[in-house]
């Protein structure tokens, strides 16, 4: 077998090489709608221009899936800096662009209004909307969402705090098919799984207005099945609004909620006849590890909300 002069590559792997640039678009097609969205970012695209090509086919294009490689990673520092923004925001861009307005599904960390405002204007066929950490996503960008998307019927906007009541006003309005809705903050009560990593100003920032949301929620989301709200601060009157508005809830997720006893959430979930599921507050904590000079704050917000939390 013969190398080729100043290449040492053979003719069969001169061949082979060849065979595989020269892969028709359709065969190509099969080949990448096999991989994830991450496989296809991190290698095929930049084999070679007509690869390249063929992952910006609006076919591959119709979901944008980064949660994924999120969820199975540490958090870390670095996604909370504008460089690692800009690089989602310009990943979203593109993959908007590519899919010619057949996105119907966003998941995503640390975006920004930029990105969501061109999501708005060119996907009218988004139906999942999840932008958990997104600390520059606005009211103004999901006001744009409302307006343009009414066939959302997902929302995950977990740990977004500049996003408020509003937006869930114009969501609820706008979007009749919205039957999942996440809207979960961080553990304010022990924060210590998010310091050093989440900035201190973002943390601190945490929505107090668990009341008005829940308000909100049930006079404009009536239809929803599925709502998430851990660590919202609500009261006992925000979730006998929620209860009594979205009569078709299944699931109900509660965790973290501080304000709440076991007794409020009997009270006004009793009524909720397809309800399958609710997750309530739990802050048991054992003796073992129990003692006062760490969770003495604790003990005197439990006092002051009766919230039965240190009732061992």
Known sequence: MECKEGTGETDAESVLIS??????HECLLNILSRL??????TGPMFVCK?????????SLNSVFDLETRFDSSSESTRWWTPKFERRID????????????NLTQILTRHCSD???????QRCPNLQVLSIKSCPRVTDASMAQIAYHCRNLKQLDISYCYEISHESLSLIGRNCPNLKILKRNLMNWLDPSQHVGIVPDEYLNACPQDGDTEAAVIAKFMPQLEHLEIRFSKLSAKGLGSICEGCSQLEHLDLSGCA?????DILNATSNLKDLKEVKKPNFYIPRSVFHTERYGHWRLYDERFQTDVFRI
């Open 19 to 24: 065979d595989w640039a020269e892969l028709t």
């Open 36 to 41: 994830t969205f991450e496989h296809r970012w």
């Open 50 to 58: 007509p690869w390249f090509n063929a992952c910006k086919d609006p």
């Open 90 to 101: 310009s990943m979203l861009r593109s993959v908007i662009t590519w899919s010619n307005c």
């Open 114 to 120: 930029l990105s969501l405002n061109f999501a708005a």
């Open 259 to 263: 304000n709440l006893t076991s007794r």
